[in-house]
T-cell receptor
Framework: SQQGEEDPQALSIQEGENATMNCSYKTSINNLQWYRQNSGRGLVHLIL?????REKHSGRLRVTLDTSKKSSSLLITASRAADTASYFC???????????FGKGTRLSVIA | NAGVTQTPKFRVLKTGQSMTLLCAQDMNHEYMYWYRQDPGMGLRLIHYSVGEGTTAKGEVPDGYNVSRLKKQNFLLGLESAAPSQTSVYFC???????????FGPGTRLLVL
């Protein structure tokens, strides 16, 4: 059963614009992770944010976490064509059952 | 470091045939995982292992078996393949349960 649900399912933007993807979940979490998957490839880890953190940055990526709303967002600034991929959030709940992945957001960045 | 590797990359099976998918990691990780990815379904956990000699069921374990005889290897077996097992299979590993997972490139399986 999926814990995290990404929104939107698909997003198409112009190069240079910012892209925002959201993830909502249902139960208390230990941490939330974002992954990227290029077409035909395995997933690559982007950022891990713990339940006691509110915001993390990595290069052009910014992740926020609002545990009161049970939601997270991933912002990609100044997007590039190479950012075209699917983005998944994954949650590790407080019961320490294995990581649960959402269905992903497909991002298309048009040059 | 090769990271996580998967063998084979692509396979076609007939219904009822058996096969084993091999996952290997060279990062000395304790935890290893097998997922399947189907269109519109995201990743679903099949089985996982928290250390050499251990295995546990995930969300969709039926029709699959696994073994972790060596720390660096995690095998996924299909005893009698069914068309519903047509999917892309990913292996992953992590140092600890709460930490980042590292994924292999995937195995595409088509069951006719």
């Amino acid at each position: 059963s999926q814990q995290g649900e990404e929104d939107p399912q698909a997003l198409s933007i112009q190069e240079g614009e910012n892209a925002t993807m959201n993830c909502s979940y249902k139960t208390s979490i230990n941490n939330l992770q974002w992954y990227r998957q290029n077409s035909g490839r395995g997933l690559v880890h982007l950022i891990l944010i713990r339940s006691n953190e509110r915001e993390k940055h990595s290069g052009r990526l910014r992740v926020t976490l609002d545990t009161s709303k049970k939601s997270s967002s991933l912002l990609i600034t100044a997007s590039r064509a190479a950012d075209t991929a699917s983005y998944f959030c994954a949650t590790l709940n407080s019961g320490n059952t294995p990581l649960v992945f959402g269905k992903g957001t497909r991002l298309s960045v048009i040059a | 470091n090769a990271g996580v590797t998967q063998t084979p990359k692509f396979r076609v099976l007939k219904t009822g045939q058996s096969m084993t998918l091999l996952c290997a990691q060279d990062m000395n990780h304790e935890y290893m995982y097998w997922y399947r990815q189907d269109p519109g379904m995201g990743l679903r956990l099949i089985h996982y292992s928290v250390g050499e000699g251990t295995t546990a069921k995930g969300e969709v374990p039926d029709g699959y078996n696994v073994s972790r005889l060596k720390k660096q290897n995690f095998l996924l077996g299909l005893e009698s393949a069914a068309p519903s097992q047509t999917s892309v299979y990913f292996c992953a590993s992590s140092y600890a349960e709460r930490e980042t997972q590292y994924f292999g490139p995937g195995t595409r399986l088509l069951v006719l």
